[in-house]
């Protein structure tokens, strides 16, 4: 007889596994290894941070995990998959299903309005125009700014711009999204708000995130808080979510001040 209740976590299957990946930039004659050999796992409706310092690895190892780059040694799987297998095309087709991208640097457009930003990862697919412009309107409602739609990059607030990149980010109903630094550029009450939208996508939506970020308040709502150092994993602990209190031995969390 199948038991009811909940899975246990080693029972799941994972999302996304990374297996001892390594990855080494040439530069002239000189390497630079930026991944030294890291594995981990991420379960469906996880909220993972990935925390360091400057030049630990920490975007190296997000782009390997979204399938924007191809690790020199090791493995990555998506839904058991070895993405490091396939080709660019079948790459970009894994990405358009299945991910959203959230850039320190949004990455808009800058000669599209905010609609038009939102809705472009849709061109490329089956989607009507009309269907792609109702569903990026829905998506800037949603992260509350539907009244700047039809402004430019330029005549938008960074706090406005990192809202119109997350609309974009959910575009195709991603199950994984992938965030480096999302509240990196803004003021703390903005940064605020774009921690209220992740929080409740990932606990009200279910989506799975994988963020880097060096905001300790993200802590709050993460599964799991992994430290990257040198190229490598140094800690693996709880994040916040489920009522566990955040511990870590090596860093000293900053945390924003929150309004009660
Ligand atoms: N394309 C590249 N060519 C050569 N070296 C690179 C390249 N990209 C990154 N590196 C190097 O790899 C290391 C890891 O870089 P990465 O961008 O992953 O760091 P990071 O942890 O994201 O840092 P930050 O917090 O400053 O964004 C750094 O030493 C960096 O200089
Ligand atoms: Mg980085």
Redesign the pocket.
């Known amino acids: 007889m199948v038991k009811k209740g909940k899975v246990k976590k080693e029972e799941r299957k994972p999302i996304i596994e990374v297996r001892k990946i390594k ?1 080494t ?3 002239g004659e000189t390497k ?4 030294r050999g890291v594995s981990l796992n991420v379960y469906p409706g996880e909220l993972i941070i990935i925390l ?12 390997q995990m979204g399938a924007l780059d191809i690790p020199t040694e090791g493995k990555v799987l998506v839904d058991g998959l070895d993405i490091t297998q396939m080709d660019s095309w079948n790459l970009s087709m894994l990405r358009r299903k299945k991910m959203g991208f959230i850039f ?1 640097s949004f990455n808009l457009i800058p000669t599209l309005d905010a609609v038009e930003n939102v809705h472009i990862p849709l061109l490329p697919t089956n989607v009507s125009e009309v269907a792609a412009h109702r569903r990026a309107m829905h998506l800037l409602k949603e992260v509350g700014i539907e009244d700047r739609a039809h402004h430019k990059p330029n005549q938008l607030s960074g706090g406005e711009r990192q809202r119109v990149s997350i609309a974009r980010a959910l575009i195709n109903d991603p199950e994984i999204i992938f965030a ?2 999302p509240t990196g550029n803004l003021d703390s009450k903005t940064g605020e708000k774009v921690l209220e939208i992740i929080r409740k996508l990932n606990e009200e939506e279910g989506k799975t995130f994988v963020i ?1 970020t ?1 905001d300790a308040s993200l802590v709050e709502f993460a599964d799991r808080v992994f430290i ?1 150092r040198d ?1 490598l994993i140094e800690e693996e602990n709880l994040g916040g979510k489920n009522g566990h209190a955040y511990k870590s031995e090596s860093v000293e969390l900053n945390k924003r001040k929150r309004k009660k």
């Open positions: 990855k930039y040439l530069l630079v290894h930026a991944l360091g310092p400057s030049g630990s690895g920490k975007s190296t190892l997000l782009h320190q480096d630094e880097v060096h990257i190229g």
